[in-house]
């Protein structure tokens, strides 16, 4: 793997629609933002021949990154596809997001993809958040490679970066991840830093100098013999360690020798296994150059290491009733089961699809069921509903390149699919399927908005719904109790981007505003009022007594209306009546605006005219009485706790543990998890959480996450609620 001598032109500017799954390598870039996934994609497009030595298409684009609002974020915000092809195998490239924010990006990515690259920078090292994807994909057994990048920072060290791997991601076995290649240095640099300008092949012995700007076979010297000896030996042992055949190492260390193709080949199958996880460098091709530094051994690597869609599991799949259905192993002629894992908008296309096609063929201007996903919690709804393919294509930057079909295996987009939404199933007509949905993150900060203008006002509900459509890691809320707007986002540059999503793409304008909890009033006491509603204005008037009694009930009890009239002081069929009018008002709040809740209102007496009482002046008469009891009474303001559950590592139990106290929190308790991280569940007011996706994220570097759900409502601390009621009377 690795070890030929030879270069590739590759294919550049052609669409290409695999016709085998065979031929098809599906992999996504995995790393921390600033790690260089976005220039590794570059310089295998380029080395591929797909791109000029400038690493452009050819309107000048670049074929990853290419959005507007990236080059103004000066960073990635959304998954990418770029389809190169190396040796006659197709390679969709899918390059996601660095920043924690846009891990929903990154979660479609790994939906999409057979393999991984988890690209690591020399200069900054493994963070934490890249441990966790790497466990994820541990966890389901994806294969993995590991990348070292930025080898040409100052105190860059290839051979201390590929240690730190081996701790970070090597377990139990530190030996399964080792390098392939070591890296060649030049002449020193007057900083003292010697530039890696080749590298030499462990298993070939070979050296591969990337000096001239395209890789040239030689072979080594003898001052990196040792070195590579060495090395190897640590290879071989590691290769043969995951080996199938049983019998290889005890003839390895028996001191027979064992053939370098017989070597390689066992070096695939554990790739492909998942079991093995080499390490390369890489480094984009120089100014003028035609290839980067690696970027041959790597495609080498996806192409003969990594594993096709036939080795992937097939999904699993149901009827839209709920029955399973067994299907064949990524069959191109098995029946339609397609996914949609990227949802975009074209100002001139309009809406653009990216699919992943798992089963059957998808061909265009072909008519398909659309299956909804379950998440209607976050503003997308369920659907189940015919629609027709219109154009299919391969992306490239901004280019669409047409294609006729997708095969089972490899991925395309297709143009105005009005109805489909990232994580619906697309299946035939008349045999309708539907995929499980991948795990999403919950997003946990509130974002309040309101439209700018009138004319905003008439856009902003239409430019919501596009906006969840194509993100499923953002809940859209219209909460009820406090009339306001709420984008619930991952973080705030997630936040940020899709504010000017909004603005850019849809035209709307939006002002955001503080985002209020949903709070509650009750009573702390006994208090009694009475309701006299009475008017006369010719005609018919309006009469109506009623005396209530009102008392607090333990938590959770919500309005309990007791009738105690005797003698029919208050007509039984007005009695209803009373109750509306009752429950009208503390729907609306007694005190501060928010409705009351866990309380016992009695009717005890009244009064009626024969002709003047009526069912709307006992209503009123009811709602006076309950306004007339809270006057004399105290009103406790209740808020909304939530049950915090934290996933952070040891090292970090200490300070988010103090932060929640800080926060009002109560810690119910700890909890040890594999992957030396602590579980704490801790019950905190939801007034106090906020912001609180945001802080923990600095509080923990990035390796902390949390889920929350509502607990109940309890009373306000007298101070906090002081204050709000002072805002409150100032606002108005």
């Known amino acids: 793997m690795g070890d030929k001598a030879h270069t590739h032109t590759g294919a550049a500017g052609r669409a290409t629609a695999a016709d085998h799954p065979a031929s098809v390598r599906n992999v996504v870039l995995v790393g921390h933002s600033g790690s ?303 996914e949609v894992v990227k949802t975009s908008s074209d100002p001139y296309v309009g809406r653009i699809s990216m699919v992943r096609v798992f089963s059957g063929t998808l061909r265009a201007d072909q008519t398909v069921h659309v299956s909804g996903h379950g998440l209607a919690d976050r503003g997308h709804e369920d659907h189940d509903v015919d629609e027709r393919i219109g154009a299919l294509s391969t992306p490239f930057g901004k280019q669409q390149r047409p294609v006729s079909h997708v095969i089972a295996g490899d991925l395309a987009c297709v143009a105005k699919l009005s109805r489909a939404e990232t994580g619906d199933t697309l299946s035939a007509k008349d045999d309708p399927l539907l995929m499980a949905p991948w795990e999403m993150p919950d997003p946990l900060l509130p974002l309040a908005i309101e439209a700018h203008s009138k004319p905003d006002e008439d856009k902003l509900s239409q430019g919501l719904a596009r906006l969840v459509a194509e993100d499923p890691t953002m809940r859209l809320e219209h909460n009820r109790d406090t009339h306001q707007v709420v984008l619930w986002c991952l973080g705030e540059a997630h936040a940020d981007v899709a504010l000017e999503r909004l603005r850019s793409r849809y035209g709307v304008q939006v002002d955001v505003v503080p985002h209020r909890v949903s709070l509650r009033e009750t009573f702390g006491g006994r208090a009694a009022g009475r309701g006299r509603h009475v008017k006369q204005s010719g005609g018919h008037g309006q009469y109506a007594v009623c005396e209530i009694e009102v008392e607090p009930l333990p938590g959770g009890s919500g309005i309990e209306f007791v009738d105690k009239v005797v003698g029919g002081a208050v007509p039984r069929q007005f009695i209803p009546s009373v109750e509306k009018g009752v429950r009208a008002q503390a729907a609306k709040g007694v005190a501060a605006g928010h409705p009351l809740i866990d309380v016992r209102v009695t009717l005890l007496d009244g009064k009626a005219h024969s002709v003047d009482s009526s069912d709307a002046a006992f209503q009123t008469a009811g709602a006076l009485a309950l306004r007339e009891a809270a006057a004399d009474a105290r009103i406790h303001l209740l808020e909304p706790v939530a049950e915090v559950s934290v996933l952070v590592g040891d090292d970090y139990v200490g300070a988010v543990m103090s932060d929640l106290s800080g926060r009002r929190g109560k810690v119910l308790g700890t909890e040890q998890t594999s992957g030396g991280r602590t579980l704490i569940r801790a019950e905190v007011p939801e007034i106090e959480i906020g912001r609180y996706a945001v802080d923990l994220r600095s509080l923990s570097h990035g390796t902390a996450r949390f889920d929350r759900r509502y607990a109940r409502h309890e009373p306000m601390p007298t101070q906090i609620a002081d204050r709000l009621r002072e805002e409150l009377r100032a606002a108005s």
């Open 36 to 338: 260089g996934k976005t220039t590794l994609v570059e310089a295998l497009a380029q080395t591929a021949g797909a791109v000029n030595r400038a690493g452009r298409v050819e309107d000048g684009g670049c074929v990853s990154d290419y959005d507007d609002m990236e080059h103004r974020q000066q960073r990635s915000v959304q998954l990418s596809l770029v389809p190169v092809e190396w040796d006659g195998i197709k390679i969709n490239l899918l390059d996601t997001p660095g920043y924690a924010d846009f891990v929903g990006e990154l979660r479609a990515g790994l939906r999409a993809a057979d393999a991984a690259l988890f690209v690591v920078s020399a200069a900054d090292g493994v963070d934490g958040s890249t441990r966790m994807v790497w466990e994820e994909c541990a966890a389901v057994g994806m294969p993995r490679a590991i990348v070292i990048t930025h080898l040409e920072a100052a105190r860059a060290d290839f051979e201390e970066m590929t240690r730190i791997c081996a701790e970070a991601f090597g377990g139990d076995d530190p030996d399964a991840v080792l390098p392939l290649y070591l890296p060649l240095h030049g002449a020193p640099a007057p900083d003292g830093h010697a530039p890696v300008t080749g590298l030499v092949g462990l298993l070939s012995r070979k050296l591969f100098d990337y000096g001239a700007g395209e890789r040239v076979a030689a072979e080594p010297g003898e001052a990196e013999l040792p070195q590579l000896d060495e090395a190897r030996s640590l290879l071989i042992e590691g290769i043969i360690s995951e080996s199938e055949d049983e019998t290889l190492m005890e003839r390895y260390l028996g001191g027979e020798p064992v053939d370098v193709k017989t070597l390689i080949e066992d070096l695939e199958r554990a790739v492909a296994r998942g079991v093995f996880f080499p390490v390369l460098a890489a480094a984009p091709a120089a100014e003028g150059a035609r290839q980067g530094l690696g970027t041959v051994e790597l495609l080498e690597l996806i192409t003969r290491g990594f594993p096709t869609p036939l080795e992937r599991a097939a999904p699993r799949v149901t009827t839209p009733g709920g029955t399973a259905r067994e299907l064949r192993m990524c069959d191109p002629g098995e029946s339609l089961v397609a």
